[in-house]
């Protein structure tokens, strides 16, 4: 069974600061790994995604993720939070062999100040 | 890109009555398919998976005679929410699976909102 655990289900950061959302998983098998954004009233945009290779994962908009097998974590960032990154964020994971059925973790609203 | 619709995009119906929901792969074919639920300010909860031309799995809890699920192209599946109540009202969200190759990635659509009164 997997499961994703996204630690801090608001965070709230300055416009210009830095963006960090946590994301710890649990798989049995050597996960995929996704981050997703949600705008209001909206379907889900993939971000970036982990499969295998480069653990350093560059996304749109300007986030990155890191996948750290040992810390069974895959947090994603942003160097500088901008106005229109306010949203909510989702982490997921699966098991290719399951047709790429995805877990999602809680979730983590965005909110960036100006 | 891969792009997914759904529609309509916000439905409002009476107790008791039937809706449908409708999800397409417009410029892919997609042998499987994923229905989602989701909460105010919760996350998406895996209803059921859509497989073109056999039965849905459902997830744990969810009645399939209440959501029924139709997969009958590589680019349509549909959810009919059957005898609705206000507890049914969210927005539901499907996802296309995109499979060639290696490749293989979920397209979401738009999502539909559904208010049951």
């Known amino acids: 069974a997997q499961s994703v655990t996204q630690l801090g289900s608001h965070v709230s950061v300055s416009e210009g600061a830095l963006v960090l959302l946590r994301c710890n998983y649990s798989?049995?098998?050597?996960?995929?790994l996704f981050w997703y954004v949600q705008y209001p009233n909206q379907g889900l945009q993939l971000l970036l995604k982990?499969?295998?290779?480069a653990t350093l994962v560059k996304g749109i908009n300007g986030f990155e993720a890191e996948f750290k097998k040992s810390e069974t974590s895959f947090h994603l960032t942003k160097p500088s939070a901008h106005m229109s990154d306010a949203a909510e964020y989702f982490c997921?994971?699966?098991?290719w062999g399951a047709g790429n059925m995805l877990t999602f973790g809680g979730g983590t609203r965005l909110m960036v100040k100006p | 890109g891969a792009v997914v619709s759904q529609h309509p995009s916000w439905v409002i119906c009476k107790s008791g009555t039937s809706v449908k929901i409708e999800c397409r792969s417009l410029?892919?074919?997609?042998?499987?398919m994923f229905w989602y639920r989701q909460f105010p300010k919760q996350s998406l909860m895996l209803m059921a998976t859509?497989?073109?031309?056999?039965?849905?799995?459902?997830e744990q809890g969810v009645e399939k005679d209440k959501f029924l699920i139709n997969h009958a192209s590589l680019t349509l599946s549909t959810l009919t929410v059957t005898s609705a109540h206000p507890e049914d009202s969210s927005f539901y969200i499907c996802?296309?699976?995109?499979?060639?190759?290696?490749?293989?990635?979920?397209?979401f659509g738009p999502g539909t909102r559904l208010t049951v009164l």
């Open positions: 996802s296309a699976n995109l499979l060639a190759g290696l490749y293989n990635e979920q397209f």
């Open positions: 410029d892919f074919q997609a042998t499987t």
């Open positions: 859509s497989n073109e031309g056999s039965k849905a799995t459902y």
């Open positions: 798989s049995s098998v050597p996960p995929y």
């Open positions: 982990y499969t295998t290779g």
């Open positions: 997921a994971v699966s098991d």
